[in-house]
Protein backbone atom coordinates (compact mmCIF):
# COMPACT_ATOMS: atom_id res chain seq x y z
CA UNK A 1 0.00 0.00 0.00
CA UNK A 2 2.73 2.27 0.52
CA UNK A 3 4.19 1.76 -3.11
CA UNK A 4 0.96 1.98 -3.93
CA UNK A 5 0.44 5.49 -2.36
CA UNK A 6 3.59 6.85 -3.22
CA UNK A 7 2.65 6.53 -6.86
CA UNK A 8 -0.46 8.14 -6.10
CA UNK A 9 0.82 11.04 -4.16
CA UNK A 10 3.71 11.02 -7.10
CA UNK A 11 0.85 10.92 -9.59
CA UNK A 12 -1.02 13.71 -7.28
CA UNK A 13 2.05 15.56 -7.76
CA UNK A 14 2.44 15.74 -11.54
CA UNK A 15 -1.22 16.18 -11.83
CA UNK A 16 -0.88 19.53 -10.14
CA UNK A 17 2.43 20.28 -11.59
CA UNK A 18 0.40 19.75 -14.73
CA UNK A 19 -2.59 22.51 -13.70
CA UNK A 20 -0.24 24.59 -12.92
CA UNK A 21 1.90 24.25 -15.99
CA UNK A 22 -1.70 24.47 -18.03
CA UNK A 23 -2.89 27.61 -15.53
CA UNK A 24 0.56 29.45 -16.38
CA UNK A 25 0.19 28.76 -20.28
CA UNK A 26 -3.69 30.12 -19.95
CA UNK A 27 -2.44 32.96 -17.96
CA UNK A 28 0.11 34.02 -20.50
CA UNK A 29 -2.66 33.37 -23.47
CA UNK A 30 -4.37 35.73 -21.77
CA UNK A 31 -1.91 38.17 -21.16
CA UNK A 32 -0.94 37.83 -25.29
CA UNK A 33 -4.66 38.11 -25.53
CA UNK A 34 -5.32 41.01 -23.72
CA UNK A 35 -2.34 43.00 -25.14
CA UNK A 36 -3.04 41.52 -28.78
CA UNK A 37 -6.90 43.01 -27.51
CA UNK A 38 -5.03 46.32 -26.70
CA UNK A 39 -2.86 47.13 -29.59
CA UNK A 40 -5.92 46.11 -32.01
CA UNK A 41 -8.05 48.61 -30.21
CA UNK A 42 -5.16 50.90 -30.33
CA UNK A 43 -5.23 50.25 -34.39
CA UNK A 44 -9.09 50.86 -34.67
CA UNK A 45 -8.59 54.21 -32.66
CA UNK A 46 -5.92 55.25 -35.06
CA UNK A 47 -7.85 54.42 -38.40
CA UNK A 48 -10.38 55.62 -36.31
CA UNK A 49 -8.86 59.16 -36.12
CA UNK A 50 -7.26 59.15 -39.66
CA UNK A 51 -10.93 58.62 -40.77
CA UNK A 52 -11.88 61.57 -38.91
CA UNK A 53 -9.43 63.97 -40.00
CA UNK A 54 -9.94 62.75 -43.34
CA UNK A 55 -13.71 63.34 -43.77
CA UNK A 56 -13.00 67.11 -41.93
CA UNK A 57 -10.15 67.96 -44.61
CA UNK A 58 -13.02 67.00 -47.28
CA UNK A 59 -15.54 68.98 -45.39
CA UNK A 60 -13.08 72.08 -45.63
CA UNK A 61 -12.47 71.29 -49.14
CA UNK A 62 -16.47 70.91 -50.23
CA UNK A 63 -16.88 74.27 -48.08
CA UNK A 64 -13.78 75.79 -50.00
CA UNK A 65 -15.21 74.63 -53.11
CA UNK A 66 -18.77 75.96 -52.50
CA UNK A 67 -17.87 79.28 -52.04
CA UNK A 68 -15.60 79.25 -54.93
CA UNK A 69 -19.07 78.29 -56.85
CA UNK A 70 -20.98 80.88 -54.85
CA UNK A 71 -18.68 83.52 -55.76
CA UNK A 72 -19.09 82.75 -59.47
CA UNK A 73 -22.52 81.97 -59.41
CA UNK A 74 -22.61 85.68 -57.94
CA UNK A 75 -20.07 86.94 -60.86
CA UNK A 76 -22.38 85.67 -63.30
CA UNK A 77 -25.65 86.42 -61.88
CA UNK A 78 -24.39 90.26 -61.75
CA UNK A 79 -22.80 89.91 -65.49
CA UNK A 80 -26.24 88.41 -66.57
CA UNK A 81 -28.57 91.10 -65.03
CA UNK A 82 -25.92 94.05 -66.89
CA UNK A 83 -26.36 92.12 -70.18
CA UNK A 84 -29.86 91.94 -69.50
CA UNK A 85 -29.93 95.43 -68.86
CA UNK A 86 -28.40 96.63 -71.49
CA UNK A 87 -30.51 94.36 -73.73
CA UNK A 88 -33.69 96.45 -72.12
CA UNK A 89 -32.08 99.67 -73.40
CA UNK A 90 -30.80 98.34 -76.81
CA UNK A 91 -34.73 96.94 -77.30
CA UNK A 92 -35.95 100.35 -76.60
CA UNK A 93 -33.63 101.95 -78.62
CA UNK A 94 -34.50 99.78 -81.57
CA UNK A 95 -38.28 100.38 -80.99
CA UNK A 96 -37.28 104.08 -80.94
CA UNK A 97 -35.23 103.84 -83.98
CA UNK A 98 -38.07 102.17 -85.92
CA UNK A 99 -40.67 104.58 -85.18
CA UNK A 100 -38.27 107.29 -86.52
CA UNK A 101 -38.09 105.56 -89.81
CA UNK A 102 -41.25 104.71 -89.72
CA UNK A 103 -42.51 108.66 -89.30
CA UNK A 104 -39.36 109.78 -91.59
CA UNK A 105 -40.42 107.57 -94.38
CA UNK A 106 -44.50 108.69 -94.06
CA UNK A 107 -42.59 111.97 -94.46
CA UNK A 108 -40.79 111.48 -97.71
CA UNK A 109 -43.55 109.35 -98.60
CA UNK A 110 -45.63 112.42 -98.41
CA UNK A 111 -43.18 114.93 -99.85
CA UNK A 112 -42.79 113.01 -102.84
CA UNK A 113 -46.41 113.27 -103.41
CA UNK A 114 -47.54 109.60 -101.71
CA UNK A 115 -50.62 111.74 -99.90
CA UNK A 116 -51.42 110.49 -96.68
CA UNK A 117 -51.98 107.04 -96.11
CA UNK A 118 -53.91 106.91 -92.51
CA UNK A 119 -55.30 103.41 -92.90
CA UNK A 120 -51.59 101.76 -93.22
CA UNK A 121 -49.62 103.41 -90.91
CA UNK A 122 -52.08 105.72 -88.77
CA UNK A 123 -50.68 109.02 -89.75
CA UNK A 124 -53.09 111.38 -91.36
CA UNK A 125 -50.99 114.17 -92.81
CA UNK A 126 -53.40 117.26 -93.67
CA UNK A 127 -51.14 119.55 -94.23
CA UNK A 128 -48.72 120.98 -96.76
CA UNK A 129 -45.69 119.74 -97.60
CA UNK A 130 -44.13 122.80 -96.66
CA UNK A 131 -45.75 122.75 -93.32
CA UNK A 132 -42.74 119.52 -92.93
CA UNK A 133 -39.88 122.25 -93.41
CA UNK A 134 -41.02 124.69 -90.54
CA UNK A 135 -39.41 123.77 -87.24
CA UNK A 136 -42.21 124.26 -85.28
CA UNK A 137 -44.30 121.70 -86.88
CA UNK A 138 -42.01 118.93 -86.76
CA UNK A 139 -42.94 115.84 -84.74
CA UNK A 140 -41.94 115.70 -81.51
CA UNK A 141 -38.82 113.62 -80.76
CA UNK A 142 -38.11 112.20 -77.30
CA UNK A 143 -35.37 112.63 -75.27
CA UNK A 144 -32.79 109.30 -74.89
CA UNK A 145 -31.36 108.66 -71.72
CA UNK A 146 -28.01 106.68 -72.10
CA UNK A 147 -27.74 103.44 -69.40
CA UNK A 148 -24.60 104.67 -68.05
CA UNK A 149 -26.59 107.26 -66.15
CA UNK A 150 -30.27 105.82 -65.59
CA UNK A 151 -29.09 105.24 -62.01
CA UNK A 152 -27.12 108.34 -60.85
CA UNK A 153 -28.54 110.70 -58.18
Known amino acids: MASSSGTSSGSLTTNSGSEGDLQALMNERKRKRKISNRESARRSRMRKQKHLDDLQAQLTQ ?11 LNITTQHYLNVETENSVLRAEANELSHRLQSLNEIIRFINGGGTN ?26 MASADNVFEY
Not at 62 to 72: F, G, K, S, Y
Not at 128 to 134: G, V
Open 62 to 72: LRNDNQQILTQ
Open 118 to 143: SDADGFGFTESADSFFNPLNYLNQPI
